[in-house]
């Protein structure tokens, strides 16, 4: 069977494709640390509205001490959460709906988290809302390092510091990051670019192989001995060494007893105290 259009709805189709209106969002995440389960959500809109909410985990011994002492989140705040279910129920009440939307993120893990979540969620608004953000979702760290003609994203906390001309104390709280990263779009699009504002990093001009070999990690974790040292690329890799090489072999290598060590290694960063008969430093990017 055909179907026939006449030119005159074609033309009333494509006035409303062009009329539909966009609300752009600017959302992020905290999770735990080796699972990825949500336990906050914060989000802004583009005029301004605020949203944000605790997420209580499905399981709540996801929750570590290093989690706690990077977001500030304890354990008795998670107690006392909303469920996943409440919290993007919630979420997905405050969303505007006469139009699409857009959520933009920082980094490439804010997928990965929703992905995780999602698999716990029993509530249809809350499936509706993650389901949303997930298939509307714009990673725009990699349009910014495009705008500022470098090869790799460099961290929202400096791009935020570069546009206000000050320094930032960032506390990784979900909705101040979200804050963040609207100041920072914001800022970009109305932004020329004449000189590169970050020399350290490899101009996109450059050879891409060069740029690659050259490019930071974006922290490195030092262990510092009488004889030797050691340097890692992640917590994970640093916790794995300290119980493969310096812990007991009777101790448990489970992902608990591997949390542990990334607290004590903070911990000892934190305070300078040796850790295994090392001094720790950690450096980020």
Not at 111 to 130: G, M, N, R, S
Not at 163 to 177: A, F, P, T, V
Not at 184 to 201: A, L
Request: hydrophobic letters at 35%; glycine letters at 4%.
């Amino acid at each position: 069977m055909m179907i026939k259009i006449c030119q005159k709805n074609v033309a009333f189709i494509e006035v409303l494709h062009y009329n539909i209106s966009v609300m752009k969002y600017f959302i992020d995440f905290e999770a735990t640390q080796f699972s990825g389960d949500i336990i906050s959500v914060g989000c802004v809109d583009e005029t301004g509205r605020r949203f944000y909410s605790l997420v209580k985990p499905h399981k709540l011994g996801l929750m570590t001490g290093f989690i706690t002492d990077l977001t500030g989140i304890t354990m008795d705040d998670i107690r006392s959460a909303p469920t996943v279910n409440e919290a993007f129920a919630e979420f997905y009440d405050w969303i505007d709906k006469t139009g699409r939307a857009d959520f933009y993120v920082y980094g490439n893990s804010d997928a990965h988290f929703i992905k995780t979540t999602l698999q716990y969620v029993t509530e249809v608004k809350a499936q509706f809302a993650l389901s949303l953000i997930l298939g509307a979702l714009h990673d725009y760290s990699y349009k910014l390092a495009d705008h500022f003609g470098i090869t790799q994203p460099v961290s929202l906390l400096r791009s935020a510091e570069y546009y206000s001309g000050k320094r930032i104390l960032q506390k990784h709280n979900s909705l101040e990051d979200s804050l963040l990263l609207k100041y920072v779009y914001e800022k970009s699009q109305r932004d020329v670019i004449t000189e590169c504002p970050f020399p350290e990093y490899k101009r996109k001009d450059e050879d891409p192989a060069e740029s690659k070999r050259q490019a930071k990690p974006k922290i490195l974790i030092k262990a510092i001995g009488e004889e030797d040292a050691k340097t890692f690329y992640s917590y994970r890799k640093a916790a794995e060494w300290v119980m493969k090489d310096l812990m007991p072999e009777d101790e448990p290598s489970d992902e608990k007893t591997k949390s542990n060590v990334c607290n004590r290694i903070v911990k000892s960063a934190k305070h300078f105290k040796p850790y295994c008969g090392y001094k720790w430093y950690i450096e980020t990017n």
